[in-house]
């Protein structure tokens, strides 16, 4: 059962998405589960329009701090800021408002799996009563986003790992947020399907240029992310000239619940951190 | 299983209690602010009510038959055998209707809201929910508890009519009575107080369907393994918590009505 009967303050005014005050702010974050300690005094920012790909080995605590940035859980110490609103001590009934703002792409996809692909599509937009014919519009801009308006009528259980990780990205992206998570949006797939999973993420940062998380365990999707951008031209991704790289991507490395690097792509190809160079080679 | 110290049992079992407690005021709380979820209130008012009237009506038809022919048997030592309809409906009415009901629907829908919400939380759903701005108690527990409640009491009188009736058709075919007299006899034993207590028992059975269903769905751990466990605890905590409670509102409506 969510606990969300932690005092509320939700006194402070909302962030314009062109506010220069970071989207996401970590500082001194730690949970326990149980009595192994998975985050342990955490702190990074996310800028605005910034793609934050969070990197580790498996069990470092990636899952745990995306859950934590929606509010989804909450931290044992620590403050977590986002759109300015410290979400720890928000109440659940205020994290709704906030949540409306945050798209989010869960690792094992999550759909609904008794509503049909349009419906899990436009669940935000069915809880907002937005017309019927305008919300059926918009189920079909997004999943044409995600090459996918011919499986508008299936249902979850009829489509292929892929194609539910797509439908998902088409679910969170539908209300414009202004931050989305990428909780391990490859993770379980193919190398070709996560190829077609990571293209979709670059060309939503580019086209839209939302601030952004995205957890992955396979390196050649954040180097992929870090080094092609998607050409409104062609439609198609293609590598940045020059070798060069997106600036508005940047690492966050953990392992066993610690920041082991937070920084560019630049900084990170080039670090002296042993165990850092081990882990990316 | 594993032996904990009592420390820590007594703990956990507070908190449970905590958790069940809060989830049940916010369940009955959500109908009375905005947004209200009346279509899913409606789907499992069909899925609970009518989707259970089959059980229902079998489970009270049988109950009344087997009522009628062991009580005429025990009546006929003390010449008294014109008296099963009053036997037959003073129990269909005040206990069995009310709490076979209660126990078949918690069967049914106890365990189906556990496996329900528990394959829904382990797949991640319920956190989706909540990601997508649902509040998962408002959209999946409220409309199930007000149901679940609305619905039973209309079983229940389902289910002691169709007793009566069976206990008829045995007094009448079996035994040789008169099916006015039988008829006659069970609504002149029938009081006030007797239909209000078989009536005021579904509302507490309702309640606890929900709620007990409900909580171990959302409380669900350990993949497909804990929504097995969880279902099945749903069965056996939601049946238990009925009978007692039917001790408790009989004790409370015998000091009220007097009988």
């Known amino acids: ?281 | 299983m594993p032996f904990v110290s009592p420390e820590i049992f007594a703990k956990q079992t507070i908190a449970s209690v905590q958790e069940y407690s809060i989830l049940c005021w916010r369940a009955v709380a959500n109908l009375f602010s905005r947004p209200r979820y009346w279509a899913d209130v409606y789907t499992q008012m069909d899925s609970i009510g009518v989707g259970s009237m089959p059980i229902v009506v079998l489970t009270g038809f049988f109950t009344g038959c087997v009522l009628a022919l062991q009580s005429a048997t025990s009546l006929e030592a003390f010449g008294s055998v014109s008296l099963t309809g009053n036997l037959v409906a003073l129990s269909m009415v005040k206990e069995l209707g009310p709490v076979l009901t209660g126990l078949m629907v918690s069967g049914r829908n106890a365990s189906g809201m556990a496996s329900e919400i528990g394959s829904m939380r382990v797949t991640e759903q319920i956190d989706a929910m909540r990601a997508l701005g649902t509040d998962p108690v408002r959209k999946l527990v409220t409309p199930r508890l007000y149901a679940t409640v609305f619905m039973l009491f209309f079983l229940t009188i389902v289910s002691d009519a169709v007793g009566i009736a069976g206990g008829a058709l045995v007094s009448v075919t079996l035994m040789g009575l008169n099916a006015s007299s039988y008829f006659h006899n069970s609504y002149r034993a029938l009081q006030y107080g007797d239909v209000v207590q078989g009536l005021t028992k579904p509302l507490f059975s309702g309640f606890i369907i929900a709620t007990v269903g409900c909580f171990f769905g959302m409380t669900t751990k350990g993949g497909t393994q804990g929504v097995g466990k969880a279902t099945t605890q749903a069965v056996v905590y939601s049946s238990v918590f009925i009978i007692i409670v039917d001790f408790i509102v009989s004790r409370a409506m015998i000091g009220i009505f007097g009988r």
């Not at chain 1, 009967?5 to 005014?13: L, T």
């Not at chain 1, 690792?107 to 799996?113: I, T, V």
């Not at chain 1, 947020?177 to 060309?203: A, H, M, N, Q, W």
Request: charged fraction near 25%; hydrophobic fraction near 40%.
């Open chain 1, 1 to 281: 059962m969510p606990a969300d009967i932690a005092p509320g303050d939700v006194s402070q005014a909302k962030q314009s998405p062109d506010s220069a005050e970071p989207v996401v702010v970590f500082e001194d974050v730690s949970i326990t589960f149980d009595i192994k300690p998975v985050l342990d005094n955490i702190s990074f920012r996310v800028q605005h329009g910034e793609t934050r790909i969070i990197l580790g080995p498996a069990g470092g605590g990636k899952s745990v701090l995306m859950k934590l940035a929606n509010g989804l859980i909450r931290p044992d110490s620590g403050t977590i800021r986002v759109f300015g609103e410290d979400i720890a001590r928000m109440r659940e009934t205020d994290l709704f408002k906030l949540r409306a703002r945050i798209g989010m792409v869960f690792q094992e996809s999550a759909l609904f799996d008794s509503l049909s692909v349009e419906d899990n599509v436009a669940y935000r937009l069915h809880e907002d009563r937005v017309p019927e014919e305008e919300a059926h519009n918009r189920v079909v801009e997004a999943l044409q986003f995600v090459e996918l308006a011919n499986t508008i009528e299936k249902f979850p259980s009829e489509l292929s790992g892929g194609m539910r990780r797509r439908v998902s990205i088409a679910r969170a992206i539908i209300a414009k947020p202004d931050l989305i998570l990428y909780d391990s949006p490859t993770g379980g797939l193919d190398p070709i399907t996560s190829t077609t999973i990571i293209d979709l993420v670059i060309k939503q940062r580019d086209v839209s240029h939302t601030t952004s998380l995205v957890i992955t365990h396979r390196l050649q999707d954040a180097f992929l992310l870090a080094t092609h951008r998607f050409n409104q031209q062609t439609g198609k991704i293609e590598p940045i000239p020059n070798n060069g790289i997106d600036d508005s991507t940047k690492f966050l490395v953990l392992n066993e619940g610690h920041v082991v690097f937070d920084g560019n792509t630049h900084e990170l190809v080039h670090t002296d951190d042993p165990w850092l160079k081990e882990y990316l080679s």
